[in-house]
């Protein structure tokens, strides 16, 4: 689908079909932080821009809790997570407001084509 959109897919994701944790993050937030921070980690590893997700649990996660995770593990990820409904706005023309990036944490940017 990413390819589809005129995105380029990260082919060496590992992580690609795994679970953030869910609602872990308020129950037993160690764990879930270990898995998104795993799911950020093999992103930047294999070059990707951007986390695309279909998930708004994973979506939240992955943005949301960045700046803790930079904290708790050292690390200095700064990446934006978005929903495949967004992507698809920006690949149809749509504006950054118009595809709701402005509402964004990380801001993503929409590159020139």
């Known amino acids: 689908m ?25 129950s037993e937030p160690e764990k879930s932080q270990a898995l998104v921070k795993d799911i950020i980690q093999a992103a930047y590893d294999g070059g990707a821009d951007m986390i695309v997700t279909p998930c708004p649990v994973c979506q939240m996660n ?12 050292g690390t200095k990820f700064n990446i934006p997570s978005v929903y ?5 706005s ?3 023309g ?5 595809s709701a990036l402005d509402g964004q944490i990380i801001k993503a940017e929409i590159a020139a084509k």
Do not use: R, W
Request: proline share 2%; glycine share 6%; with cysteine.
């Open 94 to 98: 749509k504006s950054a407001k118009e």
């Open 2 to 26: 990413i390819a589809a959109l005129g995105a380029e897919p990260v082919e060496n994701y590992d992580k690609k079909v795994s679970c953030c944790g869910g609602a872990l993050m308020f």
């Open 90 to 92: 920006v690949a149809y």
């Open 84 to 88: 495949y409904s967004t992507l698809m």
């Open 62 to 73: 992955t943005e949301v809790y960045q700046e803790h995770i930079n904290q708790k593990y």
